[in-house]
């Protein structure tokens, strides 16, 4: 099986986050820290957060189903010479939350350019199975039911924005409870031009307030909506919204951003925001062959 890892410098991946790492402790002692305890014990880890972040990143681009069979496996006896300071499994796993705010940092520096054309979607992350949904204690408070499509499912909901090159745009993750259109203005700050989604999308107010700044909202009609007058382009690049559920899919098959062994919130936001740059890694990722300047002027058509 071909991984992101095998078609991608692991050198290169470190050297991009050690640069950011860098540059983000620096700002971050700039900030007014916390005062410390009287007697406080400040220590340090003997690898670098940078490290912890490149490891945690490669995993998701290996092939591996568990962490753990990668990095004792993997890491521990091919990667020594790479990474000469490297710690025991358990106390790597104790050391992966502390990356969490520059992971998350670094993960927006990854995102795409705006070209116009813009897809939003949202796909369940179950965090157990729903027959253990009310046994289930790491994610309490955090999590909820939600349905769609599919079925019922118990746990969250990320909500993607991407671009016609599949580049991440803009990314939020919520309780499977709260309705799509919720996080969409939120999302969509930034962004001009045209918003594709589905049908869980249409609200009218929503709608306004999108174009009122320069971001039209296009979605199908339902059946019992009346059918309206869209330019021909859009109707096609409609049909082309199956590129974000083809990017849902592989982050759930390849990134493996959904699996029900969390133990710890923190290692879930860990797991879900190293998947999401591992995307960002990816060559070849699924896109539309087009540009915003280049597309020919259609006539309206009945949608």
Same mark, same amino acid.
């Given at each position: 099986?071909?991984?992101?890892?095998?078609?991608?410098?692991?050198?290169?991946?470190?050297? %991009?986050?050690?640069?950011?790492?860098?540059?983000? &402790?620096?700002?971050?002692?700039?900030?007014?820290?916390?005062?410390? =305890?009287?007697?406080?014990?400040?220590?340090?880890?003997?690898?670098?957060?940078?490290?912890?972040?490149?490891?945690?990143?490669?995993?998701?681009?290996?092939?591996?189903?568990?962490?753990?069979?990668?990095?004792?496996? !993997?890491?521990?006896?091919?990667?020594? !010479?790479?990474?000469?300071?490297?710690?025991?499994?358990?106390?790597?796993? &104790?050391?992966?939350?502390?990356?969490?705010?520059?992971?998350?940092?670094?993960?927006?520096?990854?995102?795409? %350019?705006?070209?116009?054309?813009?897809?939003?979607?949202?796909?369940?992350?179950?965090?157990?199975?729903?027959?253990? *949904?009310? *046994?289930?204690?790491?994610?309490?408070?955090?999590?909820?039911?939600?349905?769609?499509?599919?079925?019922?499912?118990?746990?969250?909901?990320?909500?993607?924005?991407?671009?016609?090159?599949? &580049?991440?745009?803009?990314?939020?993750?919520?309780?499977?409870?709260?309705?799509?259109? !919720?996080?969409?203005?939120?999302?969509?700050?930034?962004?001009?031009?045209?918003?594709?989604?589905?049908?869980?999308? =249409?609200?009218?107010?929503?709608?306004?307030?999108?174009?009122?700044?320069?971001?039209?909202? =296009?979605?199908?009609?339902?059946?019992?909506?009346?059918?309206?007058?869209?330019?021909?382009?859009?109707?096609?690049?409609?049909?082309?919204? *199956?590129?974000? &559920?083809?990017?849902?899919?592989?982050?759930?098959?390849?990134?493996? =951003?959904?699996?029900?062994?969390?133990?710890?919130?923190?290692?879930?936001?860990?797991?879900?925001?190293?998947?999401?740059?591992?995307?960002?890694? !990816?060559?070849?990722?699924?896109?539309?062959?087009?540009?915003?300047?280049?597309?020919?002027?259609?006539?309206?058509?009945?949608?």
């Amino acid at each position: 099986m071909e991984t992101i890892v095998s078609r991608l410098e692991i050198t290169q991946v470190f050297c %991009e986050v050690d640069d950011f790492c860098q540059q983000f &402790e620096r700002l971050w002692q700039q900030q007014p820290q916390l005062p410390s =305890i009287q007697g406080e014990r400040l220590s340090r880890s003997r690898m670098h957060m940078s490290e912890v972040i490149t490891i945690v990143i490669a995993f998701h681009g290996s092939g591996y189903r568990t962490f753990k069979d990668f990095y004792t496996k !993997q890491v521990l006896p091919g990667w020594r !010479q790479a990474f000469p300071k490297l710690v025991s499994y358990t106390r790597f796993v &104790e050391l992966m939350p502390w990356c969490v705010m520059t992971l998350c940092c670094y993960l927006y520096t990854r995102t795409g %350019e705006i070209t116009g054309i813009n897809f939003i979607d949202s796909t369940p992350i179950q965090v157990c199975h729903c027959c253990r *949904a009310r *046994a289930h204690k790491v994610f309490v408070g955090y999590v909820g039911w939600g349905k769609n499509s599919v079925g019922w499912h118990y746990g969250f909901k990320l909500h993607l924005v991407i671009n016609d090159k599949g &580049e991440l745009l803009a990314f939020k993750l919520t309780a499977a409870n709260v309705d799509d259109r !919720q996080p969409v203005p939120d999302l969509t700050k930034d962004l001009i031009g045209k918003l594709f989604g589905d049908k869980g999308y =249409i609200s009218q107010p929503l709608f306004e307030q999108l174009f009122a700044r320069g971001l039209q909202l =296009i979605t199908r009609c339902k059946r019992k909506m009346k059918s309206r007058l869209i330019p021909l382009i859009d109707k096609i690049l409609l049909r082309k919204r *199956a590129v974000i &559920e083809s990017i849902n899919d592989q982050l759930k098959n390849i990134c493996q =951003i959904e699996h029900s062994r969390h133990r710890s919130i923190f290692n879930f936001l860990v797991n879900l925001l190293a998947g999401l740059v591992a995307y960002t890694y !990816q060559e070849k990722k699924p896109s539309l062959d087009i540009h915003p300047h280049g597309l020919p002027a259609l006539p309206p058509t009945i949608f």
